[in-house]
């Protein structure tokens, strides 16, 4: 039997988050961070004694011990309140996905419930200035000189590079053959970032989601101990495409409730602004447009809501489906945000509005955890029964 109703327990968590949001994520708040591009600590520490960063952690780790369902109800909600600061509040943690998956005990045991308990922040650096979507063609090396690893290289565009105590960074440890598959060679560490060497640089002027830190990072003959590197060596691409394959769910979360939010400030502003002597809303054409993202909204959340139950379902993402939520989830929020300020006018190009944010976070969704057109590429390959990435 297939359920499209989220139980008690999940309808208890979304109420909360919605609360937590509606509450902290004050006007006043969400225009500072977004106009002077900073990151909300004290924000993140509120949310964090409430775990809801945390939430998919399991609790042996002081995790809330729930899955990818709960993940995405929190991120669904707080995107709607606010995208900006809602993603502020649950990117502390990203990639400790990997870490569970693949580091070893000691790793976890150091580092996650410091996360969970919202006391570090962690990032992860795969995209180089020359290696965006094309996540082999990574080259940051790493070379072994007795119990060490030496890295040297430049990543580009990574999400708390100049605020996270740790980084987990994509490194090529070996060149691969001539006949071998470029996959191959690239491995995982964990980096912190008061390493010698080490250098972030923080990247201003992003279009939207300026709550959160991006950055460039430089790391000039960075040590760290073979203990930092995180699971097989040579098997960190496998690992990065694992990744993805769980958290574009997650994204897809995070588009719909973009996507929501937009719909609820447009509904309410047509229905106050008039024109010609009559409110907005009575417009038969606004009304058909409404009807139709409402829709599109709802096809969404659907297949999003549905690629994370086959994950728990199978215990395992299905990459088409996480595809098709990302790219599907991603396209609609452009599309929605884009109408919703149109339906605005004057008033939704200047950013005391909050759909003019609305508008600028959407365009993230359909370029990080893999650019749309790779999201379409991997969805035909899979209906073609092409191999490979």
């Known amino acids: 039997m297939i359920s499209f109703q989220f139980t ?6 979304r109420r909360a988050a919605r609360e937590f949001a509606e509450r902290e994520f004050t006007p006043e708040l969400a225009m500072k961070c977004d106009r002077e591009e900073i990151f909300p600590f004290e924000l993140f520490k509120k949310c964090a004694r409430l775990g809801f960063h945390a939430i998919a952690i399991p609790e042996e780790y002081d995790g809330g011990g729930y899955g990818p369902i709960e993940q995405m109800i929190v991120m669904e909600e707080f995107s709607s309140v606010n995208p900006g600061l809602g993603l502020a509040c649950l ?26 308990r919202g006391e570090v922040i962690m990032g992860m650096a795969n995209t180089e200035p020359d290696a965006g979507s094309d996540s082999a063609s990574i080259k940051t090396k790493a070379v072994k000189d007795g119990d060490e690893w030496v890295l040297n290289g430049t990543k580009q565009f990574i999400s708390n590079g100049s605020i996270a105590d740790f980084i987990l960074v994509t490194a090529r440890t070996r060149e691969v ?7 191959k060679g690239i491995s995982y560490f964990i980096v912190e970032r008061s390493r010698e060497g080490y250098r972030a640089t923080k990247i201003k002027g992003k279009m939207g989601i300026r709550a959160t830190d991006t950055a460039e990072i430089s ?24 990744f993805f394959d769980i958290t574009r769910v997650w994204v897809a ?4 409730g973009i996507a929501k939010g937009a719909l609820k400030l447009v ?3 047509v229905k106050q602004r008039k024109a010609f002597g009559t409110p907005l809303a009575t417009f038969q054409y606004i009304q058909f447009k409404i009807a139709e993202l409402s829709t599109k909204i709802e096809a969404a959340r659907t297949l999003a809501y549905r690629a994370a139950a086959i994950q728990i379902e199978k215990g395992k993402p299905d990459n088409t489906l996480s595809a098709m939520a990302k790219w599907y989830a991603g396209e609609i929020a452009v599309e929605t945000t884009n109408w919703a300020l149109q339906f605005h006018g004057g008033y939704g190009y200047i950013d005391e509005y909050l759909i003019n944010q609305f508008y600028r976070d959407a365009k993230i969704t359909e370029i990080y955890e893999g650019a749309k057109e790779i999201e379409k590429l991997i969805i035909a390959r899979n209906i073609f029964g092409f191999k490979g990435r």
């Open 8 to 13: 008690e327990e999940q309808e208890d968590i």
């Open 91 to 116: 990117i502390p943690t990203f990639g400790v996905e990997i870490l569970l998956l693949h580091g070893s005990e000691e790793q976890k045991e150091k580092w996650i419930p410091k996360l969970a």
């Open 177 to 183: 053959e001539r006949f071998e598959s470029r996959h």
């Open 219 to 242: 790391l000039n003959n960075v040590r760290v101990p073979e203990s930092n590197l995180v699971g097989e060596e040579g098997k960190g691409f496998y690992y990065m495409m694992e």
């Open 253 to 256: 979360a995070q588009a719909v």
């Open 267 to 269: 509904v309410d502003y």
